[in-house]
């Protein structure tokens, strides 16, 4: 159990594009969605923290308005990057939390966005 | 600030040689510990978590951690590696409630024949 999904596993955009990442827990419900963004080689880098029904809390130096996070459902949370240039160009990590006695976080397989 | 650090940037050994990847945090009380690997090209897996209790962990694929709270530290150890097990190691801790994993940078582990 505890599969998360993402959807699309790859995607290559223009340049002032937007583009949406899913996210989906496929077996359970998730209290929080959180996104991560690794550049090559790299650690993960949290981006947000999002709750079902509220909106999601951004880090430091993360754009609240270029990377739109919707967390509409217990199962779905969507990552839109909107008006992508080459530098938004990382791979893209969902994590799901469930609350089942001690929080556990699932990782889903990440999506490799290239913005051209 | 609640940090991870992750002491080797790039680990070689040979087959069947031990592993000791270091893992250290900053003070945060309480806290959650976990080591994920990521093999080329593919995603994160967990390999072992440390929430209360024994110490020792006991992982997948013959891996074992050690949490040593006066040390601040969760180190991952295998006694013997093989050439599969080359990948990314991340340690990650939880500080808080339910707060999201923060990350180490990484230990690349290059195992060769």
């Known amino acids: 159990g505890a599969v998360v999904s993402q959807h699309p596993s790859r995607v290559i955009c223009k340049s002032g594009t937007s583009v949406k990442i899913e996210c989906r827990s496929l077996?359970?419900?998730?209290?929080?969605m959180f996104w991560y963004r690794q550049f090559p080689k790299q650690s993960l880098m949290l981006m947000a923290t999002s709750n079902e029904g509220s909106k999601a809390t951004y880090e430091q130096g993360v754009e609240k308005d270029k990377f739109l996070i919707n967390h509409a459902s217990l199962t779905l949370s969507t990552l839109t990057v909107t008006s992508a240039h080459p530098e938004d160009s990382s791979f893209y990590i969902c994590?799901?939390?469930?609350?089942?006695?001690?929080?556990?976080?699932?990782f889903g397989p990440g999506t490799r966005l290239t913005v051209l | 600030a609640q940090s991870v650090s992750q002491h080797n940037h790039h680990v070689i050994l040979s087959e069947a040689a031990s592993l000791e990847l270091g893992c250290n945090y900053s003070?945060?009380?309480?806290?959650?510990l976990f080591w994920y690997v990521q093999y080329p090209g593919q995603h994160l897996q967990l390999l072992l978590k440390?929430?209360?209790?024994?110490?020792l962990v006991k992982g997948i694929k013959g891996f074992e951690a050690e949490f040593i709270k006066s040390k601040f530290s969760f180190n991952l150890r295998k006694p013997s590696v093989q050439w599969s097990d080359t990948a990314e190691y991340f340690c990650?801790?939880?500080?808080?409630?339910?707060?999201?994993?923060?990350f180490g940078k990484g230990t690349r582990l290059s195992v060769i024949a």
């Open positions: 994590s799901a939390s469930v609350q089942r006695g001690l929080q556990e976080q699932f």
């Open positions: 003070y945060g009380g309480t806290v959650n």
């Open positions: 990650a801790v939880r500080f808080s409630g339910n707060t999201p994993l923060v």
């Open positions: 440390y929430f209360s209790g024994d110490p």
């Open positions: 077996d359970f419900q998730a209290t929080t």
